[in-house]
């Protein structure tokens, strides 16, 4: 459709005078857009000093083709998701893009790749140095400008994958598609898959096109269940607006495929409900909208959740046109992730997802906000663990059969005791375990709960809740100690290496502990690694924290790091050997408090080294099992850290000057 067939079209629907206001509404949009540089970068290699402390990445590159930049926090989404998953997951991640952001606000974001530039500043030869055999290209739209990149990373033997993810035969992709690109692609791509069931169907047609006979999977959309979880507490944002029923929407507002009719007619019609709308608003003509659609702005995707959770319900207002009913919107998981009821237009491939209910009127939209029913959690659950950004991530590689993916090394194999402690943790420490269980064939491990005298009901529930899981052991302690409880359940385990855990993490993919184990196995005197640390003050007292530093202090070219002072045992791995050799953790810290600072330190004054890496496949509700932030933990951290302090200063002071 041509730019004057859609004024036209425009004026024919709304008359002459909203017609301009549009018009002006664009031009102002435009000139805003054009203010705006898109944020490159290639991220620095390691120094020489820097190759005595740190382990690289050895996995291999994953080279991300995306239309917008990571920040976009419309059309970017995606991809920066994809980026996120594959840097936890051990890779190198390139991502290039073919066109500026159109939002006119930009946040900070943590950008985890080596290379975050636009195409029309990447030369093929500055991808060609990087390219091997096996590494991963991602191209989500076939843009004539990816060519050359495509041909380039063929003949590098470089595994290509092409996601059919919007209809970019409609005008959303007039920049966009390129029928010779897309052949071309197609021609060379070693997986094909498409986010819903209609793009999957596309697919198979330019196969027949182009006379071409290849496999498409369906692999919808997906949420990030770390950062979208409905256990954390969050505060009310100040400006969600409240009514009889609170309704949200985030994302792009300017596409026609938006149904305003049907949002303006619905709040006409229920004028004590408020509308709230997250993104950019700012080609949007909001002359004659209803006061109750209230336009937030653009929000950072962290601060989402605290909106979602204070909702009655999430909505998707999208036209089922030709773009429409292509998609598969990010915000559907997410909302579901968040336990939200939901109410959209019928679009095809969201039909029978948790919790969400479809009217294609306002009438109807309006008989569904009435709707009694209570929201099925569990539903929910297992709907968001079929469909979290690390599953679909390893489909993709699994898919694409790559080496490594298939077995456990057979030193770790059936010879890891994962140890979890337990003081009435009721709300959290199933789905430590239930997740532990769910994910443990490529280990094959055994899991050992220690019940550190819950009164809350939670060992008896632990009992009879696993009393048929031969995998599972459940141990009393005979007081409330992390170190007399994680000693009691090495004393149990009847395996080589030991992992601990808390209660307030989770698994999240089945090959979650494959990162630690390769630093295990390659890395220089390693003893322990663990998924927190930090550095001493000039007290020799814990002081900073990895979470106080960009990337958790693991930038996107790094594995594992050992410039660190002290692991935290909240994923923490060791030899049952080296741990009993050291004489395991110091029942002094009883109940809690610098224990596995101490465990740190005793593994590097035993002449082993200790290894940091994020790149475990965890999620973390943090504070859920030591009451941080109380006058009597305050009082625990000062006591143990006074006796950690005079403890270390008669055995090794040296170990007390690794500062940040």
């Given at each position: 459709m041509s730019k004057l067939q859609k004024i036209r079209d425009y004026q024919k629907l709304h008359g002459t005078g909203k017609t301009i206001n549009w018009l002006y509404n664009n031009v102002k949009y435009r000139a805003m857009k054009l203010k705006s540089r898109p944020i490159e970068f290639d991220y620095e290699p390691l120094k020489e000093e820097e190759k005595d402390y740190v382990v690289p990445k050895t996995k291999g590159n994953v080279f991300i083709f995306g239309t917008v930049p990571f920040y976009d926090i419309g059309g970017g989404q995606r991809s920066a998701w994809l980026a996120r998953i594959y840097n936890k997951l051990g890779y190198k991640v390139f991502y290039v893009f073919a066109f500026d952001s159109s939002e006119v606000k930009k946040f900070k974001l943590e950008i985890t790749c080596v290379m975050h530039k636009s195409i029309q500043n990447v030369a093929v030869q500055d991808l060609e140095k990087y390219a091997s055999k096996n590494d991963i290209a991602i191209f989500e739209a076939p843009y004539k400008e990816f060519k050359d990149y495509v041909l380039m990373l063929k003949n590098k033997e470089v595994k290509i994958v092409y996601e059919n993810i919007d209809n970019w035969e409609s005008h959303l992709g007039n920049q966009v598609f390129d029928a010779d690109t897309l052949k071309l692609i197609l021609e060379n791509a070693d997986l094909l898959t498409g986010t819903a069931i209609p793009l999957v169907e596309q697919l198979?047609?330019?196969?027949?096109?182009?006379?071409?006979?290849?496999?498409?999977?369906?692999?919808?959309?997906?949420?990030?269940?770390?950062?979208?979880?409905?256990?954390?507490?969050?505060?009310?944002?100040?400006?969600?607006?409240?009514?009889?029923?609170?309704?949200?929407?985030?994302?792009?507002?300017?596409?026609?495929?938006?149904?305003?009719?049907?949002?303006?007619?619905?709040?006409?019609?229920?004028?004590?409900?408020r509308i709230n709308l997250i993104g950019d608003a700012s080609s949007v003509d909001k002359s004659d909208m209803p006061e109750n659609i209230c336009f937030l702005g653009l929000k950072q995707q962290t601060d989402l959740p605290s909106y979602l959770a204070y909702v009655d319900y999430a909505i998707l207002p999208f036209k089922t046109d030709n773009i429409g009913k292509y998609v598969s919107p990010l915000k559907l998981f997410e909302y579901i992730a968040m336990h939200k009821k939901i109410i959209a237009t019928p679009l095809p491939d969201i039909i029978g997802y948790p919790n969400?209910?479809?009217?294609?009127?306002?009438?109807q939209w309006q008989k569904i906000l009435n709707n009694k029913k209570k929201v099925d959690i569990e539903l929910a659950d297992d709907f968001i663990k079929q469909n979290n950004w690390y599953t679909r991530c390893l489909t993709i590689l699994e898919n694409l059969s790559f080496k490594g993916m298939k077995k456990c090394p057979a030193k770790f194999y059936d010879n890891i005791s994962v140890v979890v402690l337990n003081h009435n943790n009721a709300n959290v420490i199933f789905r430590c375990v239930d997740t532990l269980l769910k994910n443990k064939e490529r280990y094959n491990y055994e899991i050992i709960v220690v019940d550190n005298q819950s009164s809350d009901g939670s060992y008896e529930k632990l009992l009879k809740t696993y009393k048929k899981e031969a995998s599972v052991k459940i141990v009393a302690n005979t007081k409330n100690g992390c170190s007399s409880g994680r000693n009691l359940g090495v004393k149990n385990a009847s395996k080589d290496y030991i992992v601990f855990l808390d209660s307030d993490e989770w698994v999240l993919h089945k090959y979650w502990l494959d990162n630690y184990i390769d630093i295990y196995l390659t890395a220089h005197n390693v003893g322990a690694i663990a998924w927190g640390a930090g550095w001493f003050n000039d007290y020799g007292h814990s002081y900073r924290f990895v979470d106080n530093y960009d990337y958790r202090y693991m930038p996107p070219l790094i594995q594992a790091r050992c410039d660190i002072g002290y692991l935290a045992t909240c994923g923490f791995l060791i030899s049952k050997k080296l741990f009993n050799e050291i004489e395991g953790f110091d029942e002094a810290y009883d109940p809690t408090c610098y224990e596995d600072t101490d465990l740190a330190l005793k593994v590097r004054n035993s002449g082993k080294e200790i290894y940091y890496s994020a790149h475990l496949g965890v999620g973390h509700l943090p504070h859920q099992t030591t009451g941080a932030g109380s006058s009597a933990h305050d009082k625990l951290i000062l006591e143990k850290g006074n006796y950690f302090v005079s403890k270390w200063k008669k055995i090794n002071p040296d170990l007390l000057k690794y500062k940040k």
């Amino acid at each position: 459709m041509s730019k004057l067939q859609k004024i036209r079209d425009y004026q024919k629907l709304h008359g002459t005078g909203k017609t301009i206001n549009w018009l002006y509404n664009n031009v102002k949009y435009r000139a805003m857009k054009l203010k705006s540089r898109p944020i490159e970068f290639d991220y620095e290699p390691l120094k020489e000093e820097e190759k005595d402390y740190v382990v690289p990445k050895t996995k291999g590159n994953v080279f991300i083709f995306g239309t917008v930049p990571f920040y976009d926090i419309g059309g970017g989404q995606r991809s920066a998701w994809l980026a996120r998953i594959y840097n936890k997951l051990g890779y190198k991640v390139f991502y290039v893009f073919a066109f500026d952001s159109s939002e006119v606000k930009k946040f900070k974001l943590e950008i985890t790749c080596v290379m975050h530039k636009s195409i029309q500043n990447v030369a093929v030869q500055d991808l060609e140095k990087y390219a091997s055999k096996n590494d991963i290209a991602i191209f989500e739209a076939p843009y004539k400008e990816f060519k050359d990149y495509v041909l380039m990373l063929k003949n590098k033997e470089v595994k290509i994958v092409y996601e059919n993810i919007d209809n970019w035969e409609s005008h959303l992709g007039n920049q966009v598609f390129d029928a010779d690109t897309l052949k071309l692609i197609l021609e060379n791509a070693d997986l094909l898959t498409g986010t819903a069931i209609p793009l999957v169907e596309q697919l198979k047609v330019y196969l027949n096109r182009f006379e071409l006979k290849k496999k498409v999977i369906y692999i919808p959309n997906a949420v990030d269940d770390e950062l979208f979880n409905p256990h954390k507490n969050y505060e009310m944002p100040k400006d969600l607006n409240i009514g009889s029923k609170t309704l949200l929407y985030y994302g792009s507002l300017w596409g026609d495929w938006f149904d305003w009719e049907l949002l303006t007619n619905l709040a006409l019609k229920n004028p004590d409900i408020r509308i709230n709308l997250i993104g950019d608003a700012s080609s949007v003509d909001k002359s004659d909208m209803p006061e109750n659609i209230c336009f937030l702005g653009l929000k950072q995707q962290t601060d989402l959740p605290s909106y979602l959770a204070y909702v009655d319900y999430a909505i998707l207002p999208f036209k089922t046109d030709n773009i429409g009913k292509y998609v598969s919107p990010l915000k559907l998981f997410e909302y579901i992730a968040m336990h939200k009821k939901i109410i959209a237009t019928p679009l095809p491939d969201i039909i029978g997802y948790p919790n969400l209910y479809t009217g294609s009127s306002y009438e109807q939209w309006q008989k569904i906000l009435n709707n009694k029913k209570k929201v099925d959690i569990e539903l929910a659950d297992d709907f968001i663990k079929q469909n979290n950004w690390y599953t679909r991530c390893l489909t993709i590689l699994e898919n694409l059969s790559f080496k490594g993916m298939k077995k456990c090394p057979a030193k770790f194999y059936d010879n890891i005791s994962v140890v979890v402690l337990n003081h009435n943790n009721a709300n959290v420490i199933f789905r430590c375990v239930d997740t532990l269980l769910k994910n443990k064939e490529r280990y094959n491990y055994e899991i050992i709960v220690v019940d550190n005298q819950s009164s809350d009901g939670s060992y008896e529930k632990l009992l009879k809740t696993y009393k048929k899981e031969a995998s599972v052991k459940i141990v009393a302690n005979t007081k409330n100690g992390c170190s007399s409880g994680r000693n009691l359940g090495v004393k149990n385990a009847s395996k080589d290496y030991i992992v601990f855990l808390d209660s307030d993490e989770w698994v999240l993919h089945k090959y979650w502990l494959d990162n630690y184990i390769d630093i295990y196995l390659t890395a220089h005197n390693v003893g322990a690694i663990a998924w927190g640390a930090g550095w001493f003050n000039d007290y020799g007292h814990s002081y900073r924290f990895v979470d106080n530093y960009d990337y958790r202090y693991m930038p996107p070219l790094i594995q594992a790091r050992c410039d660190i002072g002290y692991l935290a045992t909240c994923g923490f791995l060791i030899s049952k050997k080296l741990f009993n050799e050291i004489e395991g953790f110091d029942e002094a810290y009883d109940p809690t408090c610098y224990e596995d600072t101490d465990l740190a330190l005793k593994v590097r004054n035993s002449g082993k080294e200790i290894y940091y890496s994020a790149h475990l496949g965890v999620g973390h509700l943090p504070h859920q099992t030591t009451g941080a932030g109380s006058s009597a933990h305050d009082k625990l951290i000062l006591e143990k850290g006074n006796y950690f302090v005079s403890k270390w200063k008669k055995i090794n002071p040296d170990l007390l000057k690794y500062k940040k």
